[in-house]
């Protein structure tokens, strides 16, 4: 299997999240893979609240922070400053790969400009949510919104670079514990939080990433100099945007592709596609309008089949039907040029299947996705049906192994949104991939 991606590569999920991004960038970072060889891959968004599956032969990683390609034995991974980081979390992944063999010490580079997430962000990501009860957003309550937060208020935001000079963070972490307990207090009763403690902590933890801490930029900018070959690899999904997504139901930092230049300090013309990744239906975790969920059998047959539970938080995925009204958005604002549809599999066994083409909201048709989250909530969708296929289709080697209905629903998605599909998944493994013509 060969795959025309030229040049640097930046890798965007459309949906809501969780469209196998992770599998994409590890297939297209293996060097002897059907996309060739990259030199660096690079993740500029989002937190912890992102997981990554990755399915290696008999080996599945789960990975929140670093990049999939790590994995790769060629490539150096790369967390840039759009990323907010949290040390516990980077620290166990990096034991745990280096417990199965993965080389890390000399393949991660991370940003000092990164964000750092501190307890007290957990905290009040946790008493937020409790004290918004069924209004709540649906976070992860990992404290990326809060530390996001605290990174644009200025005054209360700590970058990891800071950490290395240790009266400067003593004195302003001091002084933050010290507003955060007071706000806490205020707002929740509750506020009693040692900086002391938190100090000593974080400093264990700057000690033990000391060794992966460097201008990324600097960095960055220099391979692409010397002509490196750079994966991006976005997080979330470009409905999820803080800007253009379901808001207020979305994430605290921008997921589709506008985010790149932001997070890396790479301009985007330094990138030569925009590789977008959609499931072959829809998911969604958390709260927020979701016009082609399905509650009720079909929904629960894709989440059983399609294993729809998330990779960081272990909470079942709302399913629904494929929403080309909503990727087309994706699409546009992202300036895609090709995409990857993933887990065609799940959809086997089902005698008809649904794509959304429009929606009706107030009795006027809308070909348009509105990310205005009280319009969504009313839309009544227009469905175009097809005939679905019984076969199981894992096996499918070759574009050729899929049978008919399953190429005519591939090749109606690619029409309705208007560019073409290059990739189709059939199976977690690297090998459960095709190249498409379509």
Same mark, same amino acid.
């Given at each position: 299997m060969k795959i025309d991606l030229p040049g640097n590569v930046c890798v965007i999920g459309?949906?809501?999240?969780?469209? =196998?991004?992770?599998?994409?960038?590890?297939?297209?970072?293996?060097?002897?893979?059907?996309?060739?060889?990259?030199?660096?891959?690079v993740r500029y968004g989002g937190g912890? /609240?992102?997981?990554?599956?990755?399915?290696?032969?008999? +080996?599945?990683?789960?990975?929140?922070?670093?990049?999939?390609?790590?994995? %790769?034995?060629?490539?150096?991974?790369?967390?840039?400053?759009?990323?907010?980081?949290?040390? +516990?979390?980077?620290?166990? +992944?990096?034991?745990?790969?280096?417990?199965?063999?993965?080389?890390?010490?000399? /393949?991660?580079?991370?940003?000092?400009?990164?964000?750092?997430?501190?307890?007290?962000?957990?905290?009040?990501?946790?008493?937020?949510?409790?004290?918004? =009860? /069924?209004?709540?957003? =649906?976070?992860?309550?990992r404290g990326i919104g809060p530390c996001y937060s605290d990174k644009a208020s200025r005054s209360h935001g700590i970058r990891l670079g800071e950490l290395y000079d240790r009266k400067h963070f003593a004195e302003k972490l001091q002084a933050i514990v010290n507003d955060k307990n007071i706000m806490f207090?205020?707002?929740?009763?509750?506020?009693?939080?040692?900086?002391?403690?938190?100090?000593?902590?974080? $400093?264990?933890?700057?000690?033990?990433?000391?060794?992966?801490? $460097?201008?990324?930029?600097?960095?960055?900018?220099?391979?692409i100099a010397q002509g490196k070959r750079i994966l991006f690899e976005g997080a979330q999904g470009a409905l999820l945007d803080i800007d253009h997504g379901t808001y207020p139901y979305v994430t605290s930092s921008n997921s589709t592709s506008a985010g790149l230049s932001a997070g890396t300090g790479v301009p985007a013309r330094c990138v030569n596609e925009f590789l977008g990744i959609i499931k072959a239906y829809t998911t969604r975790v958390g709260a927020g309008p979701f016009p082609t969920e399905q %509650?009720?059998?079909?929904?629960?047959?894709?989440? +059983?089949?399609?294993r729809e539970y998330g990779t960081t938080t272990g909470r079942p995925r709302r399913c629904g039907w494929f929403d080309a009204v909503a990727v087309r958005y994706s699409i546009m604002i992202g300036g895609i040029d090709s995409l990857s549809l993933m887990l065609l599999d799940v959809l086997s066994g089902?005698?008809?299947?649904?794509?959304?083409?429009?929606?009706?909201?107030?009795?006027?048709?809308?070909?348009?996705?509105p990310s205005d989250s009280n319009l969504l909530e009313r839309a009544e969708v227009v469905y175009e049906e097809l005939p679905g296929w019984p076969e199981e289709i894992t096996t499918a080697t070759r574009q050729e192994d899929l049978?008919?209905?399953?190429?005519?629903?591939?090749?109606r998605l690619q029409e309705v949104l208007g560019c073409p599909i290059k990739i189709a998944s059939v199976g977690p493994e690297r090998d459960q991939t095709l190249s498409l013509n379509l």
């Open positions: 459309l949906q809501w999240g969780d469209e =196998g991004k992770g599998k994409i960038v590890n297939l297209l970072t293996d060097p002897g893979g059907p996309a060739g060889q990259f030199d660096l891959v912890a /609240n992102a997981g990554h599956s990755v399915v290696v032969g008999k +080996e599945k990683f789960a990975m929140h922070l670093i990049p999939s390609g790590i994995l %790769s034995p060629v490539a150096t991974a790369m967390i840039t400053n759009g990323v907010v980081l949290d040390p +516990e979390v980077i620290l166990t +992944e990096i034991n745990i790969l280096h417990s199965r063999s993965v080389k890390v010490a000399d /393949n991660l580079k991370i940003s000092d400009k990164a964000h750092v997430v501190f307890p007290y962000h957990k905290l009040q990501d946790k008493l937020s949510e409790e004290r918004l =009860g /069924n209004k709540g957003i =649906g976070t992860t309550c207090q205020a707002l929740y009763g509750k506020g009693d939080l040692d900086w002391k403690a938190i100090y000593d902590q974080y $400093c264990t933890y700057a000690d033990q990433l000391k060794p992966f801490v $460097c201008d990324t930029v600097e960095l960055l900018h220099k391979s %509650s009720n059998e079909v929904g629960n047959y894709i989440r +059983e089949r399609g089902l005698d008809t299947i649904k794509i959304a083409v429009q929606y009706k909201i107030d009795g006027k048709v809308l070909d348009f996705f049978p008919k209905n399953a190429i005519n629903y591939l090749r």
